[in-house]
């Protein structure tokens, strides 16, 4: 923690940082069985369009292609 940071805000975003990582990680395990953009999208009130984002971003990730969202 750095010296001027406040404890408890820090705590805060440390625990926000946990929980979206293990809720990226099931929205990961649903899109790997298959599930639906749109279902998970109402599971985490994220657009279908964010969900197939990610799903996308995955796709490429484990085919070993470039994101089209990173830059060259």
Same mark, same amino acid.
């Given at each position: 923690? =750095?010296?001027? *940071?406040?404890? *408890? $805000? !820090? @705590?805060? %975003?440390?625990?926000?940082? %946990?929980?979206?990582?293990? $809720?990226?990680?099931?929205? /990961?395990?649903? $899109?790997?069985? @298959?599930?639906?953009? =749109? !279902? ?9 369009? /964010?969900? =197939?984002?990610? !799903?996308?971003? !995955?796709? #490429? =990730?484990?085919? @070993?292609? *470039?994101?089209?969202?990173?830059? #060259?």
């Amino acid at each position: 923690m =750095a010296r001027d *940071e406040i404890p *408890e $805000l !820090r @705590g805060l %975003r440390d625990e926000y940082d %946990r929980t979206r990582d293990a $809720l990226m990680q099931a929205i /990961y395990a649903h $899109l790997d069985k @298959g599930e639906s953009n =749109a !279902r998970i999208a109402r599971s985490v009130d994220w657009s279908r369009e /964010y969900i =197939a984002r990610i !799903r996308k971003e !995955r796709e #490429a =990730a484990a085919s @070993g292609r *470039e994101s089209p969202n990173q830059e #060259a």
